[in-house]
């Protein structure tokens, strides 16, 4: 069984960065690929990146690319997304995911495992 506990939300303006963490406890964890989410309010929750169990594949959703990283590390059991450039359009509560069964994982039932999500508010 995996935990997950995401981290590292907060308020910031526009124009801000945030970095986001995802502390996974159990065996399976590096095994699998690896994803994140976030869901705005009266919103359905929507896949934002993922990266592959080495950490040498990563995609992300196209409101994304090129301004958010996803990166994790195995030997820690932790994913990470750094978060640069954000808009008020990128609040929500951000949730991690793990063990995906496929490749790219961009759906929600890609994944066994959710963490409870942390909120990001950007200010205009």
């Known amino acids: 069984q995996v935990q997950l506990v995401e981290s590292g939300g907060g308020l910031v303006q526009a124009g801000g960065s945030l970095r986001l963490s995802c502390a996974a406890s159990g065996r399976t964890f590096s095994s699998y690929a690896m994803g994140w989410f976030r869901q705005a309010p009266g919103k359905e929750r929507e896949f934002v990146a993922a990266i592959n169990w080495r950490g040498e594949m990563t995609y992300y959703a196209d409101s994304v690319k090129g301004r958010f990283t996803i990166s994790r590390d195995n030997a820690k059991n932790t994913g990470n997304l750094q978060m640069n450039s954000l808009k008020p359009e990128d609040t929500g509560v951000y949730y991690c995911?793990?063990?995906?069964?496929?490749?790219?994982?961009?759906?929600?039932?890609?994944?066994?495992?959710w963490g409870q999500g942390t909120q990001v508010t950007v200010s205009s």
């Open positions: 995911a793990a063990q995906a069964s496929r490749w790219p994982p961009t759906v929600r039932n890609d994944y066994r495992h």
